[in-house]
């Protein structure tokens, strides 16, 4: 199965500024590849797809590069709803998987 | 609006059986590719499961190949879970996940509220 590697495992910003969170594959996933967030206790949102489309309603602070095997999610300007748990997917083959996770925290 | 509503969670003995549902609304479910994900306590996301929106094609992980399996109702708008043999490592939030894009395999862009299962005897 495709291993993915998120970094770094936390990150500590603080609220205006920029954060940047990397996400490598164990093999090429082309642009298959998935950012979302969640917040304690509820279920993960979506915010990127095909490495570089933001979902719906996502704003544009939001955006996300790469493909093949390495990956980069942007937050340009980190509002406080933005303080979370970070998770890369790939779904370019079976099993999809999904990194370990980055933790945003408020510096 | 779409809606995701799970049921059928709870604490069940290792080697016994559990059935997670999950109703859909707000959406033409036949057209979508439903997925189960699943999360230990303190962990991170690992995908269960998906069936096709017609349901001609399932994958599963590894860990759960050939004790879960996963089905659908497309009449009902109701995705499934059945789950057999049932480890202390099975432990986690389910949740149930809709493809973004209609008959493609795709990322989940909703999600239903997540039902906690527990294995413990």
């Known amino acids: 199965e495709i291993v993915m590697t998120q970094s770094p495992a936390t990150l500590s910003v603080s609220p205006g500024e920029r954060a940047t969170l990397s996400c490598r594959a164990s093999?090429?996933?082309?642009?298959?590849l998935a950012w979302y967030h969640q917040k304690p206790g509820q279920a993960p949102r979506l915010l990127i797809y095909?490495?570089?489309t933001r979902a719906t309603g996502i704003p544009a602070r939001f955006s996300g590069s790469g493909s093949g095997t390495e990956f980069t999610l942007t937050i340009s300007s980190l509002q406080s709803e933005d303080f979370a748990l970070y998770y890369c997917?790939?779904?370019?083959?079976?099993?999809?998987?999904f990194g370990q996770g980055t933790k945003v925290e408020i510096e | 609006q779409v809606q995701l509503v799970q049921s059928g969670g709870g604490v069940v003995q290792p080697g016994r059986s559990l059935r997670l549902s999950c109703a859909a609304s707000g959406f033409t479910f036949s057209s979508y590719g439903m997925h189960w994900v699943r999360q230990a306590p303190g962990k991170g996301l690992e995908w269960v499961a998906v069936m096709s929106y017609d349901g001609s094609r399932q994958y599963y992980a590894d860990s759960v190949k050939d004790r879960f399996t996963i089905s659908r109702d497309n009449s009902a708008s109701t995705l499934y879970l059945q789950m057999n043999s049932l480890r202390a490592e099975d432990t986690a939030v389910y949740y149930c996940?809709?493809?973004?894009?209609?008959?493609?395999?795709?990322?989940?862009?909703?999600w239903g509220q997540g039902t906690l299962v527990t294995v413990s005897s």
């Open positions: 996940a809709k493809s973004t894009l209609a008959k493609k395999a795709t990322p989940y862009d909703y």
């Open positions: 095909d490495a570089s």
């Open positions: 093999q090429s996933v082309s642009t298959n």
């Open positions: 997917q790939q779904y370019n083959n079976w099993p999809w998987t």
